[in-house]
């Protein structure tokens, strides 16, 4: 009898782990992160998209972002869909708020650290977004010798 009691508590703490341990499922699959995975520039963009299966405490999501091809490019943090309770969005200490639908951009040099926390996830709450390279705009000197270049341009057909 005690032995029969041993194994229903194995099964149950078993079936309850995965709860407790509050942490959210990420899909896989070909150009997907999940928690503490690293997004290089270079294999931009990249999607990541998690849910809670079962009602969960408080938890945190930690994305590490590298450069690895300088200067001319940003990251693009687009928020495609969030029902998370309480979520703070935190890029290297610093806290943006970021809107579905709506673009973010920072400027990456080296590594940097996203950390999404969030508090009291309901069932089938999720959270998906996508993290991409983009250039930088072109700089104002550049914009200004092209301008100075027309200017010129027009100039001499007169």
Same mark, same amino acid.
Do not use: C, Q
């Given at each position: 009898? *005690?032995k029969k009691?041993? /194994?229903?508590?194995?099964?149950? +703490?078993? =079936? *309850?782990?995965?709860?407790?341990?509050?942490?959210?499922?990420?899909?896989?699959?070909?150009?997907?992160?999940? %928690?503490? !995975?690293?997004?290089? +520039?270079?294999?931009?963009?990249? %999607?990541?998209? =998690?849910?809670?299966?079962?009602?969960?405490?408080?938890?945190?999501?930690?994305?590490?972002?590298?450069?690895?091809?300088?200067?001319? $490019?940003?990251?693009?943090?687009?928020?495609?869909?969030? #029902? $998370?309770?309480?979520?703070?969005?935190?890029? !290297?200490? #610093?806290?943006?708020?970021?809107?579905?639908?709506?673009? +973010?951009?920072? &400027?990456?040099?080296?590594?940097? #650290? $996203?950390? *999404?926390? /969030?508090?009291g996830a %309901? &069932?089938? %709450?999720?959270?998906?977004?996508?993290?991409?390279?983009?250039? @930088?705009?072109?700089?104002?000197?550049?914009?200004?010798?092209? @301008?100075?270049? $027309? =200017?010129?341009?027009?100039?001499?057909?007169?």
């Open positions: 009898m *005690i009691l041993k /194994y229903a508590a194995a099964a149950a +703490f078993a =079936a *309850i782990a995965p709860g407790a341990a509050s942490a959210l499922t990420f899909s896989g699959g070909p150009g997907t992160l999940s %928690d503490g !995975d690293t997004f290089l +520039f270079t294999t931009s963009p990249a %999607d990541v998209g =998690a849910i809670a299966f079962a009602p969960e405490g408080a938890g945190s999501i930690t994305i590490n972002i590298l450069n690895d091809v300088g200067s001319n $490019l940003r990251l693009a943090f687009d928020l495609v869909g969030n #029902t $998370l309770h309480g979520a703070v969005f935190t890029l !290297d200490g #610093t806290v943006f708020n970021p809107v579905v639908g709506t673009e +973010f951009g920072a &400027a990456i040099s080296g590594l940097s #650290t $996203l950390v *999404i926390t /969030y508090t %309901d &069932a089938f %709450d999720s959270i998906a977004f996508e993290l991409a390279a983009v250039p @930088l705009p072109a700089a104002a000197a550049m914009m200004l010798t092209a @301008l100075g270049g $027309l =200017a010129l341009a027009k100039f001499r057909k007169s």
